[in-house]
C-alpha cells in the first residue's frame, strides 16, 4: 500500500475540489505540481508585509524582501548541496536556464566542428538550444542510441564521446519515459574529455535528492513550479568558476559594477546573471517549497515517486489493449501510455469526465516520439500527494474509457 505523505486535504486547498461531480484526482505534476498552503501564504505574506524591491533601496522593506530572497537562495544551494549560493541563478525555469547555459557559456566556449552529445528522449528545452547554439558557432549535434526499453547505456555514451565534445546534455529523469539516466557515470566520462556536463533536473530535483558536488555535474537547470513552487521561478546551478568564466546574456539593471557611455563592467554572482527586478515573491515561495519538501525528506519522496511510477507501470501494462513507454524498472513519477485505437487526446477527455487530470500530447519531446514511432501519447505523473489509491482510480477510468469508444 501506498499512502499520500501529506495529508492532502489539509495542505493542498485544490485537492478538495470536485470536478465533473468527482473528487479531483491530480494526474499532472509533471507539468506543474500544485502548491500546498505554506507555499501560497509565503507568497502573500511577501506582498501584504514586506513587497519592495530587492538590493536597490535603503529602507526597511527593502531590506526584508532582500534578506527574504537571500534566504530561500541560501536554502535551495543547501538543497542540491551548492557549494555556495553565489552558485544560484534565479532564473524563469529549466527552459530559461538552459537557454542561458547554451548562450553565456556555449557562445563564448564552442567554435566550429566541436561537438554536443545529448540524447533523443530530451525535453525541447533541452534540445533547441543546443540546435541553434551548433548553428551560430557551426558545432555538430551527435544523438546517444536508446536502449530498445528507452534507458541510456553508459558505454553507447562512451562510444559518442571523443576529444571534439565540448558539452553533454541529459535530462535525469525523462519527462515521458520516467527513466532515471546514469548522469554521474556519464559526467566523468564528459570530464575524461574536458567537456562538461549539463543536467536538465526539471523532472528530478523534485522527486530525489540532489547533490551537485557529488554528482560532480557542471550545470543544473530547474523549475520551482514543478516541485510545490511558484510558475515563473526556476534556477540555473553552475560550478562557480564555469559562471564567473561565461559572459552575461541579460544586459541592464544590476547586473552590472560600473556603466559609462561606452562600456560596462559586470556585477559578481549571482547578480551578473540576474539582470532586471526578479520574481521575488517566486523566490520566496520557492525557499518556502524547499522548506516543505525538507520537512518530508527528499528520500522519502524518491521512494514514494519510484513506488508509485512502478506500481502504476505494471497496473497499466496488465489492461489489454494499453501499451506503457519505458522501462519497467527502474523509473520514477511519471508513466506514459497509449490505448488500441483511441486518440491520448479523447483519453484524456474522458478521463477528465472522471476528475481525473492527465496529459495528453508529445510533451515537448517531438524526437522521443519519432523515436517511439508515436505521434502522441497520454501520460499519468504523480507527486507526494498522490497514493495507489490514485492508481485505482486511474485503471477503473481506463477501462470505463475502453467500454465508452467500443460503443
Ligand atoms: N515539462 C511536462 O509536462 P519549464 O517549462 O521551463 O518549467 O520546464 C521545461 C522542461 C524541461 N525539461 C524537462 C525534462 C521537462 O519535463 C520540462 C517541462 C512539462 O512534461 C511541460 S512541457
Not at 25 to 40: G, M, R
Not at 56 to 71: K, P
Not at 85 to 92: D, G
Not at 367 to 396: C, E, K, Q
Request: net charge negative; glycine share 8%; with cysteine.
Amino acid at each position: 500500500m501506498i499512502t499520500a505523505l501529506v495529508d492532502i486535504t489539509e495542505d493542498f486547498p485544490i485537492l478538495k475540489r470536485q470536478i465533473n461531480g468527482h473528487r479531483l484526482t491530480y494526474l499532472d505534476s509533471a507539468a506543474t505540481s500544485q502548491k500546498p498552503q505554506v507555499v501560497i501564504d509565503s507568497i502573500r505574506r511577501y506582498y501584504e508585509i514586506s513587497n519592495a524591491n530587492v538590493l536597490r533601496s535603503v529602507h526597511t522593506l527593502a531590506e526584508e524582501a532582500t534578506v527574504a530572497m537571500e534566504e530561500a537562495r541560501e536554502k535551495i544551494a543547501q538543497f542540491i548541496n551548492a557549494s555556495s549560493p553565489r552558485e544560484v541563478i534565479f532564473t524563469r525555469g529549466t527552459t530559461e536556464s538552459l537557454n542561458t547555459i547554451a548562450r553565456a557559456w556555449g557562445d563564448k566556449f564552442l567554435e566550429a566542428g566541436d561537438e554536443i552529445v545529448l540524447s533523443p528522449m530530451e525535453h525541447h528545452s533541452n534540445i533547441i538550444p543546443w540546435q541553434q547554439l551548433a548553428k551560430r558557432v557551426g558545432a555538430l549535434l551527435r544523438y546517444i542510441d536508446l536502449n530498445r526499453d528507452g534507458t541510456i547505456s553508459v558505454d553507447a555514451v562512451r562510444h559518442l564521446i571523443n576529444d571534439r565534445t565540448r558539452i553533454v546534455t541529459l535530462s535525469q529523469v525523462s519527462n515521458v519515459l520516467g527513466t532515471i539516466n546514469p548522469i554521474s557515470q556519464v559526467a566523468k566520462l564528459a570530464h575524461e574529455v574536458g567537456a562538461i556536463m549539463v543536467v536538465d533536473g526539471a523532472q528530478s530535483v523534485p522527486h530525489q535528492p540532489t547533490d551537485v558536488q557529488n554528482s560532480d555535474i557542471d550545470f543544473l537547470a530547474f523549475s520551482g513550479h514543478k516541485m510545490l513552487g511558484p510558475t515563473g521561478i526556476g534556477v540555473l546551478w553552475g560550478k562557480e568558476a564555469l559562471l564567473e568564466a561565461a559572459d552575461p546574456v541579460v544586459f541592464g539593471g544590476e547586473m552590472i559594477a560600473y556603466v559609462d557611455r561606452e562600456d560596462a563592467t559586470w556585477a559578481e554572482l549571482p547578480a551578473k546573471f540576474e539582470g532586471g527586478t526578479p520574481h521575488i515573491a517566486g523566490a520566496i515561495g520557492l525557499g518556502a517549497a524547499v522548506d516543505y519538501l525538507n520537512s518530508l525528506g527528499m528520500s522519502r519522496i524518491e521512494e514514494h515517486s519510484r513506488g508509485l511510477a512502478e506500481e502504476a507501470y505494471r497496473k497499466l501494462a496488465n489492461i489489454s489493449g494499453v501499451t506503457v513507454y519505458g522501462p519497467a524498472y527502474p523509473r520514477t513519477s511519471v508513466v506514459a501510455f497509449n490505448i488500441s485505437g483511441i486518440h491520448p487526446h479523447d483519453v484524456s477527455q474522458v478521463l477528465d469526465a472522471h476528475g481525473i487530470a492527465i496529459r495528453a500530447g508529445h510533451h515537448c519531446a517531438q524526437p522521443l516520439m519519432h523515436w517511439l514511432d508515436v505521434g502522441s501519447t497520454a501520460r499519468a505523473s504523480f507527486y507526494l500527494y498522490n497514493s495507489d489509491r490514485d492508481i485505482d482510480v486511474l485503471v477503473d477510468a481506463i477501462e470505463a474509457t475502453k467500454r465508452y469508444f467500443k460503443r
